[in-house]
């Protein structure tokens, strides 16, 4: 048989967004099939799939988890694939069940619920003596009094959340029960699961986002990157630019805050994304380590301009079982950076029907702007803090420096501009 008629590895890759099409065009160049489960709220027209796709098996993962495993089961005993993945974090317990139940390469349900349940992280975190702020597990919102003996500020969040939704400060023990009651009221209007909260002390100074893969239990750190200094109380997204200048030897107690984070959760293989922030500047702890590629595609634009590496494409490969091809055969604990890459997600800047969105359209023209994913558009409601309605767009550039990165994202808050209609007036 020759190279070419060799069956090409099959991944299942479950709620994928079509539009940020680089994750497709990484497995093409990892040589691998794509069997894609779209996400509900996305329209997949089957002449126009992105390369790669190779069928498409619409699933309702979060809404029947049973009968999604059944139709997979059905399909891997009529038409085997050999590996099933996501970057979306709300399903990862669910693919890490899948390739339990098929033998399938993953995380196993125990690690996946770890490292999506925040309680369990963590406990985990601190029995393994890694930085953890002061916490407390809240199962009854009632039950916030528990929560006053911290040091104030604390963070109220829900324990299975995920793109900081809900997520808010409370500067002080008398503010506690209502931020609890606010954040009880997010978990049962918008993540469908009310499993509980974590309210832990507020850890300032600047945030970080470390892009990592794992092969049997050898992590290599492919990017630190900058995601700013929010300060709450509500905490949008804003920027990421990589790599982040830090010291040696804060750059190395980075390294080892996050490798030591995959083995005290049981992450050995696969990718990750880990957000931190550096207490005084200077002590990493851990905010959370997700268990695959962050930002729904974002971490492996990132990873790939400011070091060469194929986050994504060697993502697949691991859930098909197949060798990586990113990372060197002599162990390196942190890929030295040869470029700067970014990503600025635009700010709501306010709420109501988008009648317009200012300076976004030229930005197609500059050489640096690689991907403008545009979320929201005209006509669309954004609804007012602490909803979370999505991200309007998302600019991803490259740039010959951090500060040619940092020049570039403040000529965009200048630039771009939201005009809103009151919802009522427009309605
Ligand atoms: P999610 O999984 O919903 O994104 P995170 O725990 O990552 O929740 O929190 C979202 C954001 O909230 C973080 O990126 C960070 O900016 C802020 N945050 C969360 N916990 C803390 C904390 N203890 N101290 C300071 N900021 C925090």
Redesign the pocket.
């Known amino acids: 048989m020759t190279a070419s008629q060799a069956p090409r590895p099959t991944v299942v890759l479950v709620y994928q967004r079509t539009s940020l099409r680089w994750v497709f065009d990484s497995a093409l160049r990892a040589g691998i099939d794509i069997v894609l489960v779209p996400r509900p709220d996305e329209s997949v027209s089957p002449d126009r799939l992105p390369p790669a796709v190779v069928d498409v098996l619409p699933l309702d993962v979060e809404g029947d988890p049973a009968k999604a495993l059944g139709v997979l089961q059905e399909r891997y005993e009529s038409a085997p694939f050999d590996g099933i993945t996501t970057l979306y974090?709300p399903a990862v317990p669910f693919v890490a069940d899948v390739a339990e139940a098929l033998g399938l390469p993953g995380l196993g349900s125990a690690t996946a619920r770890a490292v999506q349940d925040?309680r369990i992280m963590r406990r985990q975190l601190a029995e393994a003596g890694l930085n953890v702020?002061g916490f407390i597990v809240l199962d009854d919102p009632g039950a916030w009094a528990a929560g006053t003996g911290l040091d104030f500020p604390v963070?109220v969040?829900?324990a299975n959340?995920?793109?900081?939704?809900?997520?808010t400060?409370a500067d002080s023990a008398e503010q506690l029960g209502a931020v609890v009651a606010a954040v009880w009221q997010v978990c049962r209007t918008k993540l469908n699961q009310v499993t509980g909260l974590i309210v832990?002390?507020?850890?300032?100074g600047p945030?970080l986002a470390v892009e990592s893969l794992a092969h049997r239990g050898e992590v290599t750190v492919l990017s630190i990157g900058y995601?700013g200094e929010?300060t709450?109380p509500y905490?949008e997204?804003g920027v990421y630019r990589a790599p982040a200048l830090l010291p040696p030897d804060v750059q190395d107690a980075v390294v080892r805050e996050v490798v030591a984070a995959h083995s005290a959760l049981g992450v050995t293989d696969g990718p990750t994304h880990t957000?931190l922030?550096l207490r005084g500047g200077v002590r990493p702890y851990l905010?959370?380590l997700g268990a695959r590629v962050g930002g729904s595609g974002v971490s492996h634009y990132i990873a790939e301009h400011v070091t060469g590496a194929d986050l994504a494409g060697d993502a697949l490969r691991t859930a098909a079982g197949l060798a990586l091809r990113s990372v060197p055969d002599s162990p390196t604990q942190l890929l030295r950076a040869t470029g700067a890459a970014a990503n600025y997600i635009v700010p709501c800047g306010g709420s109501g029907r988008i009648t317009a969105i200012h300076g976004l359209d030229e930005l197609s023209e500059d050489p640096r702007v690689d991907h403008i994913v545009q979320m929201l558009h005209p006509g669309d409601v954004v609804r007012p803090y602490p909803d979370f309605t999505g991200y309007p767009a998302f600019i991803l550039s490259h740039h010959q420096s951090i500060e040619d990165a940092e020049e570039f994202h403040r000529s965009l808050e200048r630039r771009i501009r939201i005009d809103y209609a009151p919802t009522g007036a427009a309605q």
């Open positions: 974090d925040k702020p963070v969040k829900p959340g995920f793109s900081s939704l809900g997520v400060k832990e002390e507020y850890l300032d945030e995601k929010p709450g905490f997204e957000e922030r905010l959370e």
